[in-house]
């Protein structure tokens, strides 16, 4: 994700409103690299301006999905999906006990589809997710 400044004039050039709101979103996501989900994203929103609706919170981040800014995480906790604030390629390391996730900066060479095995799909990108048991929960 781009920082808060270039997101802000990002949204002006699309005409999209710029409100404190969504400001304090931005920033909040530009800080964020635990892949929050939309609810924890907003119980932190109206923790600092507990006049934000929910609704405000769900649409700022369908819109910076629908700009390439964030990229949807699907079925990886019960929380439903969650947003990755890094767009480029990169795959995952999902603890199943505490739902952390966290990001893997390597190429998988072999991640690769014979023409055969796409079976005709036109590919839009991978990513591979490692699941497990992280640190800290080991310890319990
Ligand atoms: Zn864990
Ligand atoms: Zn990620």
Not at 4 to 16: D, M, R, V
Not at 71 to 91: C, I, K, M, Q, Y
Not at 122 to 139: A, L, M, P, R, S
């Amino acid at each position: 994700m781009k920082s808060p400044e270039a997101i802000i004039q990002l949204f002006n050039q699309k005409g999209l409103k710029i409100t404190p709101q969504r400001r304090l979103i931005f920033e909040l996501l530009a800080e964020d690299e635990s892949h929050p989900a939309a609810e924890g994203l907003y119980q932190l929103v109206i923790s600092r301006m507990p006049d934000v609706s929910r609704t405000t919170v769900y649409n700022t981040l369908r819109e910076l999905v629908a700009l390439g800014e964030l990229a949807p995480v699907e079925n990886l906790s019960e929380a439903g999906a969650r947003f990755d604030t890094n767009t480029s390629h990169h795959h995952h390391l999902f603890c199943m006990h505490c739902q952390t996730l966290v990001d893997i900066e390597r190429n998988f060479p072999d991640v690769e589809l014979s023409l055969e095995e796409a079976k005709g799909y036109q590919i839009v990108k991978n990513q591979v997710t490692f699941y497990g048991v992280c640190q800290e929960c080991q310890k319990i």
